[in-house]
């Protein structure tokens, strides 16, 4: 019986997929290893929608418009400007995503954010020109 339960070993393995390493990467290995490529990949995406004229995401059965993008980005820096990060976490700081939005969507020939006064504030204060 235990030489049969040995020789199920190596055969079962393979169907656990990442399971195994996933549970042995231990908490906090999303923060360190991936929460900041899913940031500016979702930032990527974000820009790249509103380039192609689409409505922001939270907002798709809307039709496209400037005050829909402006709301949906003043959301987005808004929780960069004032999310305080996971303890695991490794990457740039939410004034640095701040930035990166606001210059890659410039970049992009996009019109500036009509910023809310609350995030104008702290823009101003992160020392992040708005380009507006």
Known sequence: MKLLLLALVP???PLTGCSIINMAAGPGNYERHYAADTAKWSIDGSIQDE???EP???YRTKPYSRSLWDRYWNSVLSGYLTEVPHPQYRGPSG???AAYIIRERQKA????IRLTPENRKRLKAAGIPTGA
């Open 11 to 13: 055969a079962v393995l």
């Open 109 to 112: 020939g996009l019109p500036a």
């Open 51 to 53: 380039l192609r004229k």
């Open 56 to 58: 922001p995401g939270g």
């Open 95 to 97: 004034d640095q995503f």
